[in-house]
Antibody, heavy 122, light 110 residues
Framework: EVQLLESGGGLVHPGGSLRLSCAAS????????MGWVRQAPGKGLEWVSV????????YYGNSVRGRFTISRDYSKNTVYLQMNSLRAEDTAVYYC???????????????WGQGTLVTVSS | QSVLTQPPSVSGAPGQRVTISCTGT?????????VQWYQQLPGTAPKLLIY???NRPSGVPDRFSASKSGTSASLAITGLQAEDEADYYC???????????FGGGTKLTV
């Protein structure tokens, strides 16, 4: 059974940093791109970042490029999202996602974690 | 405003059929990139409903179907049930953006 378990969310001041983690299990970790999608309170879904199965390709949404960094640890089957220079508009539930196919950036997201809330506020 | 445009809301009575549209442009749906659909029940994470334009993952009832034509795609739900009340999102790749994006979402009220 595929499971994605996020952690690391919380309250942070504007300009601060936070690292989200997503522990994956139930599938071959290096065979699938993994990513993060966020949802601000009462709003729609926004693509944040994706990393390919072998970590040779990454993608960042315009609103986070230059501030967020995605990475993955194959020994721990874990994906990370390092978030720096956080702003109030980064406040959202962050979902960890798994790509269904090998088509980087064009694949459906077939599994989602339960989400972790990040609140940026003074 | 999302490049993929969905109606903010649709509604239908139990047993009826509803459709949700997703209108794109020549750089996404019109460029023949695949469209996915997701269902988000209240207070839960989104769930994949349709992939690669019209395919249903295992466990998704055949009451849900989808199609694509030109620069638009649509999701159809037949035999509406109370538990279908949720937010629905389309998703596709956009070559101008260089990444994937979601539609703004449609709230279905049953």
């Amino acid at each position: 059974e595929v499971q994605l378990l996020e952690s690391g969310g919380g309250l942070v001041h504007p300009g601060g940093s936070l690292r989200l983690s997503c522990a994956a299990s139930g599938f071959r970790f290096d065979s699938h791109s993994m990513g993060w999608v966020r949802q601000a309170p009462g709003k729609g879904l926004e693509w944040v970042s994706v990393i390919s199965g072998l970590a040779d390709n990454t993608y960042y949404g315009n609103s986070v490029r230059g501030r967020f960094t995605i990475s993955r640890d194959y020994s721990k089957n874990t994906v990370y999202l390092q978030m720096n220079s956080l702003r109030a508009e980064d406040t959202a539930v962050y979902y960890c996602t798994k790509d269904r196919s090998h088509n980087f950036l064009q694949s459906a997201l077939d599994y989602w974690g339960q989400g972790t809330l990040v609140t940026v506020s003074s | 405003q999302s490049v993929l445009t969905q109606p903010p809301s649709v509604s239908g009575a139990p047993g009826q059929r509803v459709t949700i549209s997703c209108t794109g442009t020549s750089s996404n749906i019109g460029a023949d990139y695949d469209v996915q659909w997701y269902q988000q029940l209240p207070g839960t994470a989104p769930k994949l409903l349709i992939y690669d334009n019209y395919n249903r993952p295992s466990g998704v009832p055949d009451r849900f179907s989808a199609s694509k034509s030109g620069t638009s795609a649509s999701l159809a739900i037949t035999g509406l049930q109370a538990e279908d009340e949720a937010d629905y999102y389309c998703q596709s790749y956009d070559s101008s953006l260089g990444g994937s994006l979601f539609g703004g979402g449609t709230k279905l009220t049953v």
